[in-house]
Structures are given as structure tokens and as C-alpha cells.
């Protein structure tokens, strides 16, 4: 699990998810701004929150524009991570005007995804109050994980495992096929000494075992809070706790007196409503001037 210091994405990451992104959307071409705008003409864009948010994917948003109009200047008045109130001027964005429409609907996608990751995920945050640590899950969309995943940081919550190789969770899959908890955690030690097992849990017998087989972190999958507090009472000092499985905001308060260390939410990434932004685009530098 990942510190939650909020590191520049690479731009790597999504330059390539950019270019596609646009290459769907413009296809063989902007037939309607080439219609109805003049190719020479400059703009001045800005960047609004309409609701409250959390900002997250500004430099994804900014590719978009850069792809299709090098000469952009974008000027950041709210970083990610920030929160906005609605009215709110996240962005200012001047180029050519043909390049920010025909952008405008890519940007948005992605950065409206991202900010209601991380404001959702703000949400649980201020829940928790400090007692307890908000972890994501691999419950992402297709090849959007590294964003959706940096849009949890910016809102507050730290990452758990990126990926199958750099995290071990043995699961009750896991444990039917190698023979038994012990067996399971037996051949991850063996396999990869040193790297700290986490082993999943659905009841309090499982709890048990995964103590037994010396687990370095137990997931509480779907348990209910009188168990969550007896399997954190068995397992302080032994292994450190993660309550997964039905969570919600309503819970929050209950869950994170528990004294478990860690609270994983699929939520996070595959629930999260798109935050309402909009890009508001005019002549020059007078955007009221175009209405």
C-alpha cells in the first residue's frame, strides 16, 4: 500500500490514452466546427466546476488540447486535489478556437471520471476522520487503472496493489485450490520470502486460521461490525486488519471506530458519479463576447 503523496502522473501514462480517445471521437474529422469556425480564429476557454469537487486529471484534460493545438497556454488556477465550490474557475485555456472545441468533449470525459473518483473518494476520507486509512481497489476500468488510481490520491485515499504482481492477496479461490490456508500462505513464503501476505477472511473461523498461518495482513471481507471488532481484538499485535465489503458512507463512522487499519473500497473507482464540469469557450480574450 502506497503513501498517499500526490506524485505527477508520467506523462507516458496517458499520452497514448489521449491520442486514441480523440482519434475515436474526431474520426475522420470535426465536421461541425470545420463548418462553423474560422481555422485562424483564437479563444479563450475556462475550465468550471459546477458542482463541489475534488480536482484530479488537469494534465490528462491539458494533453487533450496540447494534441490537437501545440501552442496552447494553460494557466492553473486550482490544482489537483484542490476542492471547488461551484462557480468555481478551475482552468484558463487559450488557443486556436477550432482545436478546444473539437478537444472539449475528450478533456472533459477524462477529467469529469477523475475528479469524481477523487472527490468521492474525499468523501470517505472526511468519514474516516483520521481513525482509519482509505484503500482502493482493482475494481477499474480497462486500461484507465494508473488514472483512476492517481484520482483516488487526489482525493486523499492511498492505493493498494497497482496490479497481480506487486501485492499478494490470497483469496478463498486461492485457498480451495492450494489446499488450505496454511498450505496457501506456505508456498507464497517459499515463492516470494520476505513480501508481506495478506489473506482473506469471511468469518471469524477463517480469521483464525489466516492468524495460524501467520498472515501478515487479514482482509475482513463482508463481515459484520460485532465481527470486525472481535477479529481486530484477535488480531492486534499479530497481523494488521482491512475491512472490505459493503461499504458506505452511512457505515463509515461505525467501521472506522472498529481499530482496523484499512478500509478497501470498490466504490471508489467503479461507482463514482462523473463530476460536473464544463468548458466555457470564447473570442479573444473576452469570453463573455460569445454567447
Request: glycine share 8%; with cysteine.
Amino acid at each position: 500500500m502506497n503513501a498517499a503523496v500526490l506524485q505527477p502522473l508520467a506523462p507516458d501514462s496517458y499520452r497514448e490514452l489521449v491520442r486514441r480517445a480523440l482519434a475515436e471521437d474526431v474520426g475522420a474529422g470535426d465536421v461541425t466546427t470545420k463548418a462553423t469556425v474560422d481555422a485562424t480564429h483564437q479563444a479563450r476557454a475556462v475550465l468550471l466546476a459546477k458542482s463541489r469537487c475534488v480536482v484530479a486529471g488537469l494534465e490528462v484534460a491539458a494533453e487533450a488540447f496540447r494534441q490537437l493545438d501545440s501552442a496552447v497556454a494553460i494557466r492553473i488556477d486550482h490544482a489537483d486535489g484542490s476542492l471547488c465550490e461551484p462557480g468555481t474557475t478551475i482552468a484558463d485555456i487559450r488557443g486556436r478556437a477550432a482545436a478546444l472545441l473539437t478537444a472539449e468533449r475528450t478533456a472533459l470525459n477524462f477529467m469529469q471520471r477523475m475528479t469524481g473518483i477523487a472527490t468521492l473518494t474525499r468523501q470517505f476520507v472526511d468519514a474516516a476522520a483520521g481513525r482509519i486509512t482509505i484503500l482502493d481497489t482493482r475494481k477499474t476500468t480497462p486500461l484507465m487503472r494508473t488514472l483512476e488510481k492517481y484520482a483516488v490520491r487526489a482525493g486523499g485515499g492511498m492505493n493498494h496493489r497497482f496490479g497481480l504482481s506487486d501485492g499478494v492477496l490470497i483469496k478463498d479461490n486461492h485457498v480451495r485450490l492450494a489446499g488450505g490456508v496454511c498450505a496457501a500462505v506456505a508456498r507464497m513464503r517459499a515463492s516470494a520470502p520476505g513480501l508481506p501476505i495478506e489473506v482473506e477472511a469471511q468469518s471469524l473461523s477463517e480469521v483464525a486460521d489466516a492468524l495460524q498461518a501467520e498472515a501478515d495482513i487479514i482482509l475482513l471481507d463482508n463481515l459484520s461490525t460485532p465481527d470486525i471488532l472481535d477479529a481486530v481484538r484477535q488480531c492486534r499485535g499479530r497481523a494488521k486488519t482491512e475491512i472490505s465489503g459493503g461499504v458506505t458512507l452511512a457505515r463509515m463512522p461505525e467501521l472506522a471506530a472498529t481499530g482496523a487499519d484499512y478500509i478497501s473500497i470498490g466504490a471508489l473507482t467503479h461507482s463514482a458519479p462523473a463530476a460536473d464540469l464544463s468548458l466555457e469557450i470564447g473570442w479573444g480574450s473576452d469570453l463573455d463576447s460569445c454567447s
